[in-house]
């Protein structure tokens, strides 16, 4: 056994780091957090200064074992974790669970996973920082009493099954609230007129031109147009100045994020995913910070990389500072560990974004792009206003040569790029080819792509690296929000256009309002924004939410104490619960649309328990009926009509094999139900319009595809069969999946073999005998004690976790020296 045992997160970094320590060293991997807050409402002792009680997670017992045995018989134990609150959490519930002694455990961090880095940190140890210990405990704690507590409520006040959680909630709010503000937009639009001109000296370069003045009348636009019938236009005034593009900052998880989701199309999740892997390998530092900053030694790196494929002309030493507000983790900017390593042998997605990383990283020490800029005037003889041409010339690409940042704006149509402008000066006389009078309708407010809120919350101060990637990912798992694509809608464009001495009008249809991989809110997000709003003011204001991650920053530098800022908090808050329980009424969104002109019963529109739901008759009407709404659909704004049509479903739409064929909306989207048999619809067939072909053409294709993974069937059973899957063979028996053994034939197996599998994984539920009922003795939900409920109590409600994913956090006990 080796002397010194080095326990890190995961398997893949332990395998690197391995490499770099000789041989009386093992590194072996915790696979992320081993302990959490215990489970139920005892998880914290709010009367004793609201202790935390942690226990060993079920699925990290064998790990917390083998990993007691290895340090029993090493020399030294070095806690190897991330250099962040997290990775300090790690540490310290590792120092606790396997009973380490202070004379024989090191705590060493890196921002990268290199041999220097490594080594250096062994020559370097220091003890576990509390402070950022407290600070993640605080975190825990806090948004374990908010899930708790508020969780209950909403049960009771708007549906079960629902949760609630301090930062989730308020990203959730921003989605809602940008919703309605593009719903409530008034829009509006004015007619911008362009030009295409050329000059005498060059007269098939044809540039174009912009009036300075837009009109919000048709007419006036048309008006402008007839007035220049005949005119002379020649350039005015010409300015040439010189301008420049700096380049952005290295990257911080934040704007990796944003730009990895608009270069790369990659979500939140799926960026943090990559780029974990490229660190874990030694590739890149570490990939959750605040910083912007670069170390001495990577801006001698970069520099040499520069002037090896650039040269001198390209190089300029930059040193950037973090803006970020409450900026917690004293590490580098996400930057390669090697300027000299363009690519990674890695899959391809890890490739796109290390080249992404690299090209950010040497860009941010390269010199300015070097332009200049034309504008000219261009004077009109018969009206007085004038129209200007810009143009752009780029002298110098300097970091433009490896790198150019994304944007989430869109331009304008017709708009791109400043073009280059021919050799313009004043008095020039142009030819102009075409005047065009284009409407242009103002645009609402963008919706928040996953990129954008990220952005966002980090302008609000609002969560940190560690907490974007499962505050998105637990919103849309939560069902609060959905994340797609919605098609546009077409509306008539009118053009005037001045062309030879002649006026022509003409319409075009252009779509608008198209939508691509947006945050939509959902009704249930709607709804508990509003409850959550009107009676949690403070859980959902912006500046609150914001202040409680100052005082985390605080407490992770010793200048609050943890305990104390939780008490500070929970008292109003718990106050403000037991009043909403009691007091709230309860919200369902209800809207009455109208009466249905059939029957003439009331029309609602309201939550039920699957979802969104429109409803005929009153609460108390036996005879009421309920339809589900369609997606991109909401409660908020549906109308009658919209809502009479849903219940044109089920709908039967012809007859095939002397069985009706019948089409409906069920939870998981439209199907058609046929011979007892159930098919989905594709996303482009409407349920509405769907014909008896195209059923009849689903139906046929569902059996086909039923056939294609069918291996073996048992007449004597015909609820167990042997299908195809997309991972090799399996046994289904009703609804539960069975695997198959590697080396078995599926083709040879009998019913009995079959039944005999699924006994081995528990998957066979056997006929049991009738048995006494015993009495269950509730577990103790502490690692401390375990003590049986008093007689006669009554049991305690269980409470659902925060939506914030849940994350071990630490009681700090420190151990005598």
């Known amino acids: 056994m080796a002397k010194n045992l080095v326990i890190v997160e995961s398997p893949a970094k332990a395998k690197t780091i391995e490499g770099f320590l000789g041989k009386e060293f093992i590194v072996k991997s915790c696979f992320g957090h081993i302990r959490d807050l215990a489970k139920g409402n005892d998880a914290i002792d709010i009367k004793n200064g609201f202790e935390p009680h942690y226990q060993v997670t079920e699925d990290k017992e064998q790990v917390v074992k083998d990993l007691k045995k290895f340090a029993q018989m090493a020399d030294m134990v070095w806690l190897a974790s991330d250099e962040d609150r997290e990775g300090e959490a790690i540490s310290w519930h590792l120092y606790e669970a396997l009973d380490l002694q202070p004379l024989k455990t090191k705590r060493i961090v890196f921002h990268e996973i290199t041999k220097t880095a490594i080594l250096k940190a062994i020559e370097n140890p220091r003890s576990i920082d509390y ?19 508020l969780s209950p409520v909403l049960w009771k006040k708007v549906k079960p099954s629902l949760s609630a959680g301090r930062v989730q909630s308020v990203a959730v709010r921003l989605i809602v609230e940008r919703e309605r503000e593009v719903k409530n937009f008034e829009s509006s639009f004015t007619f911008k007129v362009t030009g295409d001109f050329s000059t005498q000296a060059e007269p098939n370069r044809i540039f174009d031109a912009e009036l300075l003045k837009k009109f919000e009348q048709e007419a006036a636009a048309e008006d402008f147009l007839k007035r220049c019938i005949g005119a002379s236009f020649t350039v005015g005034k010409v300015e040439v100045k010189p301008a420049k593009k700096t380049p952005s900052a290295p990257f911080t998880t934040s704007t990796l994020q944003q730009e990895a989701s608009r270069k790369l199309g990659f979500s939140i999740a799926q960026t943090m995913m990559v780029a974990q892997k490229l660190y874990e390998n030694g590739f890149i530092t570490y990939m959750r910070t605040d910083s912007v900053n670069l170390s001495e030694q990577a801006l001698d790196n970069s520099k040499n990389e520069i002037l090896k494929n650039f040269g001198d002309r390209y190089l300029q030493r930059r040193t950037y500072t973090t803006k970020s507000a409450g900026a917690q983790e004293a590490h580098e900017a996400i930057r390669p560990t090697e300027f000299g390593r363009k690519t990674v042998d890695m899959d391809n997605n890890a490739k796109r974004l290390y080249d992404l990383i690299w090209k950010r990283t040497i860009a941010s020490q390269m010199a300015d792009a070097q332009l ?27 970091f433009l040569k490896v790198y150019m940042e994304s944007t989430d704006d869109e331009p304008e149509p017709g708009e791109g790029d400043a073009k280059m402008l021919p050799a313009l000066k004043g008095g020039d006389v142009l030819t102009m080819h075409r005047l065009l009078a284009a409407q242009r309708f103002a645009k609402p407010p963008a919706r928040y792509t996953e990129a954008s809120l990220v952005k966002k919350l ?61 945050l939509f809110p959902t009704d ?35 200048q609050q104490e943890w305990n104390k800022m939780i008490e500070k908090f929970y008292g109003p808050f718990h106050e403000t619960v037991t009043k909403t329980a009691d007091t709230a009424d309860r919200s369902s969104g209800e809207r009455t649309l109208g009466a249905d002109p059939t029957t003439g019963k009331p029309v609602l529109a309201r939550l039920g328990r699957y979802g969104a739901m429109v409803q005929i008759g009153a609460a108390d009407d036996p005879d009421k009926k309920f339809a589900s709404l369609r997606p991109g659909q909401s409660i908020e ?22 069985s ?17 048999k159930f098919v989905s619809l594709h996303k482009t067939d409407d349920p509405y319009t769907i014909t008896e072909e195209r059923a009849v053409e689903l139906i046929l294709a569902k059996r086909q595809s039923d056939i294609d993974k069918t291996i073996k069937v048992f007449p004597s059973n015909p609820d167990v069969k042997i299908l195809k899957g997309r991972w090799g063979p399996f046994i ?34 056997e006929p049991q005998p009738e ?21 006669g109590a009554k049991p305690k409600t269980k409470a659902v976790e925060p939506t914030e994913p849940a994350r071990p956090r630490f009681t700090i006990r420190k151990k005598a020296k």
């Open 131 to 149: 402070n950022l210990v407290n600070a993640q405990q605080a975190r825990r704690v806090l948004d374990r009493l908010v899930g708790f507590e």
């Open 372 to 398: 200049e800029r034309t504008t000219a005037t261009i004077d009109i003889s018969t009206v007085p206003e004038k129209m200007s041409a810009t143009g752009e010339v780029l002298k110098f690409d300097g």
């Open 458 to 518: 980090e302008e609000l101060g609002i969560g940190r690296p560690s907490t974007y990637a499962p505050t998105i990912s637990t919103i849309q798992k939560r069902e609060y929000v959905v994340k797609e694509d919605r098609e546009g809608m077409k509306r008539d464009v009118s053009y005037i256009t001045l062309q030879n001495g002649v006026i022509s009008k003409e319409k075009k249809t252009e779509n608008y309002g198209a939508e691509k991989s947006k």
């Open 524 to 558: 249930i997000g709607m709804l508990v924004t509003d409850f959550l709003l009107k009676h949690f003011e403070n859980i959902m204001d912006y500046h609150f939410t914001a202040s409680v991650e100052k005082q985390f920053d605080e407490i992770a530098q010793g």
């Open 637 to 658: 704004d549906i109308s009658l009509d919209q809502a009479l049509d849903l219940f044109k479903l089920p709908r039967v739409v012809g007859e095939f094999e002397d």
């Open 660 to 676: 009706a064929i019948k089409v409906a909306i069920g939870r998981f989207g439209p199907y058609i139900a046929h011979g007892g």
């Open 732 to 765: 289904a028996i009703g609804k539960e999946n069975v695997k198959m053994p590697k080396d078995v034939n599926p083709e040879s197996l009998t019913l009995e073999d079959c039944l005999e599998l699924a006994r081995k994984e528990g998957k066979l539920k």
């Open 771 to 791: 048995k006494v009922k015993a009495v269950k003795v509730k577990k103790a939900t502490t690692a401390k004690s375990a003590t049986a409920p008093k007689k």
